[in-house]
């Protein structure tokens, strides 16, 4: 929670100091490019209004945290945000988003092949949509960072979604990908096209992820989703939704999301599916979240005392008073792997409002 005259970067940083500790790796890193990303926003003080409506979070808070844990235990933190410049606008934004990648690929020496084969499809003169880019930092337990960065399908209009993340795909030699994603998740008007993202590293185990929200779906909408990754257990997404909104037969609140990402190698079908559950609008509050959340995290064999670790990082408020700390939660389904993430909100600007 903020204190007087604190600013968006005081609290953040304070925030994201804590979860370093939680999942014991240095901030120093962490630190320097959660200031990097904020951008103009870190100075401002919260007592005044957030300097652009960002979808990152509920509250226009351009930053949220997530700690993602394999079954196995390992933990790592993330940050997505959104990077804002002086004087926010679609077009000024997602200038200051390509400055930024650019800083960061000189410093950590990152590869832009890819997404130099793509970029002008998600960069219109006059972007349309919530956003045009932004980002995730991954830290391994070493605390090195690694980078996404987050398109938005809809930048030039809502109408010409597939058709850019058709294109994206073939530029990035993934031609049957689209086939897939549409065969599978796309098939009812109400499956949007969310995210289109891309690892910015050399690995081969380097994603390109696309992400479908499945408006008003039930569990039978999304499995079918998780069908499509060959060797994947789809029960367990039925599972999972049953056991964090229990008695939900639609998803009629914030969606669902699907995503599938593909490496190299994939051919038209991805290597893992992941199910976004936005834990929020489902149940009555946080201290609701948090108890669905430990069930789950204990029936995958994962220390519950995580979740309560990345908390009193975030906040001391009564969990009881609203919802929205926990935004989302994710299952990642892969033929040798499955994890979940935890998706925390800063609530700089106190929380829960959009
Ligand atoms: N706040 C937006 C939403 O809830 C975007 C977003 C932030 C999001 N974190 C997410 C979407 C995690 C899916 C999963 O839609």
Redesign the pocket.
């Known amino acids: 929670m903020s204190t007087a005259g604190e600013t968006l970067g005081d609290l953040t940083k304070r925030q994201l100091e804590n979860l370093c500790g939680a999942v014991g790796i240095d901030p120093d890193d962490p630190s320097r490019l959660l200031g990097d990303v904020l951008g103009a926003a870190r100075d401002r003080p919260l007592a005044g209004p957030p300097a652009w409506p960002s979808?990152?979070?509920?509250d226009a808070t351009p930053v949220?945290f997530?700690v993602q844990v394999n079954d196995g235990g390992d933990r790592h933190l993330r940050i997505?945000a959104e990077t804002l410049p002086a004087d926010p606008s679609p077009t000024a934004n997602l200038r200051a988003a390509k400055d930024l990648v650019a800083a960061l690929a000189e410093r950590y020496d990152l590869p832009l092949d890819r997404l130099r084969a793509v970029e002008d499809l998600f960069s219109p003169d006059e972007p349309q949509g919530?956003f045009s880019w932004w980002f995730s930092f991954i830290f391994d337990a070493a605390g090195r960072p690694k980078f996404k960065v987050y398109f938005n399908p809809d930048v030039r209009g809502r109408d010409r979604a597939e058709e850019l993340v058709e294109e994206a795909f073939a530029r990035l030699g993934l031609d049957g990908a689209h086939l897939t994603v549409s065969d599978y998740a796309l098939r009812r008007p109400a499956d949007r096209l969310?995210?289109f993202a891309l690892d910015l590293d050399r690995s081969p185990q380097s994603r390109v992820k696309v992400?479908v929200?499945q408006h008003d779906a039930g569990v039978a909408e999304v499995q079918h989703a998780a069908s499509a990754a060959p060797g994947i257990d789809q029960g367990q997404v039925g599972d999972f939704c049953r056991l964090l909104a229990p008695g939900t037969e639609r998803f009629t609140g914030?969606?669902l999301?699907s995503s599938y990402s593909f490496v190299q190698g994939d051919r038209e079908k991805p290597s893992n599916y992941s199910l976004?559950l936005?834990l929020r609008d489902y149940v009555p509050d946080d201290s609701v979240a948090r108890e669905r959340v430990r069930r789950h995290l204990r029936e995958r064999r994962v220390d519950p005392a995580m979740l309560d670790e990345v908390i009193g990082a975030l906040t001391d408020r009564d969990l009881a008073s609203q919802a929205g700390l926990l935004?989302?939660v994710?299952l990642r389904l892969s033929p040798d792997q499955t994890g979940t993430t935890v998706?925390a909100s800063s609530e700089a600007y106190g929380g829960t409002k959009?």
Request: hydrophobic content about 25%.
């Open positions: 979808d990152i979070a509920d949220e997530s997505l919530r969310t995210f992400y929200s914030r969606p999301v976004y936005p935004a989302h994710s998706y959009n």
